[in-house]
T-cell receptor
Framework: EAQVTQNPRYLITVTGKKLTVTCSQN?????MSWYRQDPGLGLRQIYY???????DKGDVPEGYKVSRKEKRNFPLILESPSPNQTSLYFC??????????????FGPGTRLTVL | AQTVTQSQPEMSVQEAETVTLSCTYD???????LFWYKQPPSRQMILVIR??????QNATENRFSVNFQKAAKSFSLKISDSQLGDAAMYFC???????????FGKGTHLIIQP
């Protein structure tokens, strides 16, 4: 089954404790992206990757890191989480046409709470 | 920067009736895609329908159809024969010609009355 998976689905942590949220897709998509969803703000892009070893900042990148060492995986790293990073996080992937993004398929989401 | 506006925070419709959700967007690009995503209580983001800006014909997917007015920068979603399972948050989204991600509206909460 074609899908985007994220782990963990739920995480409660404390301020300053480094964490990684994994994202994997089995559709051979070049483009992958991370979003955060907050009440009243919709979804906002954190980072994206056009292909292996190619990453770039989205609208709200502060406090996050990403890496793209393999085509299928795009982990999101919070080196020193803070309470304002409490949010619902989505990973998405798409197969871009002619160098642009196209329909994005979303993972199930990761609910992160930072105390 | 592109913006997407959903002016209806909440809509309510009787089961089996038709409802239209509004979306407007602002862009200077001529080539782009527009989407409607559904987010049920499970929080999964589910693609409902997609429209390519260069296509004149409005997209349809079973009970879901759009009214795409490019000059007016309007992209409304019509749900016919509403069902209880249609109850969800609906997000309108835009993606342009570059590598940027989706720009989302703030969502419309759709309530289906039995």
């Amino acid at each position: 089954e074609a899908q985007v998976t994220q782990n963990p689905r739920y995480l409660i942590t404390v301020t300053g404790k480094k964490l990684t949220v994994t994202c994997s897709q089995n559709m051979n998509h070049e483009y992958m992206s991370w979003y955060r969803q907050d009440p009243g703000l919709g979804l906002r892009q954190i980072y994206y990757s056009m292909n292996v070893e190619v990453t770039d900042k989205g609208d709200v990148p502060e406090g996050y890191k990403v890496s793209r060492k393999e085509k299928r995986n795009f982990p999101l790293i919070l080196e020193s989480p803070s309470p304002n990073q409490t949010s619902l996080y989505f990973c998405a992937s798409s197969s871009p046409g002619t160098g642009r993004t196209d329909t994005q398929y979303f993972g199930p989401g990761t609910r992160l709470t930072v105390l | 920067a592109q913006t997407v506006t959903q002016s209806q925070p909440e809509m309510s419709v009787q089961e089996a009736e038709t409802v239209t959700l509004s979306c407007t967007y602002d862009t200077s690009e001529s080539d782009y895609y527009l989407f409607w995503y559904k987010q049920p209580p499970s929080r999964q983001m589910i693609l409902v329908i997609r429209q390519e800006a260069y296509k004149q014909q409005n997209a349809t997917e079973n009970r879901f159809s759009v009214n795409f007015q490019k000059a007016a920068k309007s992209f409304s979603l019509k749900i016919s024969d509403s069902q209880l399972g249609d109850a969800a948050m609906y997000f309108c989204a835009y993606v342009g010609g570059g590598a940027d991600g989706l720009t989302f509206g703030k969502g419309t909460h759709l309530i289906i009355q039995p």
